[in-house]
């Protein structure tokens, strides 16, 4: 059962929403609109609205890439450095909701991991880096990935990691489709394999409904996915995979 965030110990992202509050009321933490790009409002922006305005996927790439570049520049200010994980804290927080998969027990742990991969990108990639906001939510989705499949059940083959569910989707990263491709263009899965993740996890498609149409039986289709997304596990963490190539 999960518990509620009342009844529990804040763990690292519920630490890093309160100090995102914080900040917000302070209005210290504004970018001047249009010297950041041509495309935002002639005025200083808060960090508020920033964090509504990147979580669009309608920004334009270059206006999204543009304010990540201003608030990566900012890090050394602690304000800013709040700003950036709580401008990034709902897709954070996906990512962990996804990879806990309801386990309680983990979730302390695994918001930890996921924020250090957050900041840990943010300290070592250069502000004027291509893709700096997908490589950033990247980086939070592999440390997360690792915990969660190091305390997983063991499994003859294959994973239970839920790997696919927690891939960062767009405009935060190439999402799924994206990741596909690179993994098939990259010989991690084969075509038959990336087609069975998509139809299953993005489509919906139960195995049951797949045996039902074919001569083999549902457990062999989840045998099968099971394998399928464990080398996706796999190459996420030996770096085989990754943003800028999903995103092409």
Not at 209 to 236: D, I, N
Request: charged share 20%; hydrophobic share 45%.
């Amino acid at each position: 059962m999960n518990e509620n965030v009342d009844d529990r110990e804040p763990t690292a992202l519920d630490l890093a929403g309160i100090a995102f509050d914080e900040v917000l009321t302070t209005g210290r933490c504004v970018l001047e609109g249009r010297t950041v790009h041509p495309g935002l409002p002639d005025r200083p922006l808060g960090i508020g609205e920033l964090r509504l305005l990147l979580s669009r996927r309608s920004s334009p790439p270059g206006l999204r890439a543009a304010v990540w570049r201003e608030i990566s520049l900012r890090q050394d200010d602690d304000g800013w450095l709040v700003a950036a994980v709580g401008i990034a804290l709902p897709e954070l927080r996906r990512i962990a909701d996804r990879l806990a998969a309801g386990d309680s027990q983990i979730r302390a742990d695994l918001d930890g991991e996921v924020l250090t991969g957050f900041l840990t990108a943010l300290r070592a990639i250069p502000p004027r880096a291509p893709g700096l906001a997908p490589m950033l939510t990247w980086s939070a989705f592999r440390h997360g990935l690792a915990y969660a499949f190091v305390h997983s059940p063991d499994m003859p083959t294959g994973t239970c990691v839920p790997v696919v569910a927690a891939v960062p989707p767009r405009p935060w990263g190439a999402g799924l489709g994206g990741l596909l491709g690179q993994a098939t263009r990259t010989g991690v899965l084969s075509g038959a394999q990336a087609e069975l993740i998509r139809v299953v996890r993005d489509e919906g498609v139960p195995v049951a409904v797949l045996a039902a149409s074919t001569r083999t039986p549902a457990e062999e289709w989840a045998l099968r996915l099971a394998v399928a997304e464990g080398r996706l596990v796999h190459a996420v963490l030996a770096g085989r995979l990754s943003p800028e190539e999903a995103g092409r």
